[in-house]
């Protein structure tokens, strides 16, 4: 099962008993007693989603590991790659 199936079921499972309500297929006590809670979940879901991407983003950034070895390998690699360019008759303009 991909990403995207994943995300798919469950925003069926969400969305067909959300709607059964909303739109009154269903009708019980605390429907007609939380409509309105009904009604903005989806926009609660959505900013807790919102506010679950900000924590995670932030987080990876400060979590974030050097690594000095990689800079080193790569800072030498693109001198390699200039002085072949240099080679070729490739002009810098530094």
């Known amino acids: 099962m991909t990403n995207l199936q994943r995300w ?5 499972l969400f969305a067909v008993p959300y709607f059964a309500l909303v739109l009154g297929s269903v009708q019980t006590k605390l429907t007609s007693k939380y409509l309105l809670h009904i009604q903005l979940l989806p926009l609660l879901l959505i900013v807790l989603f919102g506010i679950y991407s900000v924590v995670t983003v932030l987080y990876r950034t400060f979590t974030f590991n050097d690594c000095p070895e990689a800079a080193k390998e790569l ?11 240099i080679a070729k008759g490739f002009k810098f303009r530094d």
């Open 8 to 12: 798919l079921f469950f925003a069926t």
């Open 75 to 85: 800072q030498a690699e693109i001198l390699e790659a200039r002085k072949d360019l």
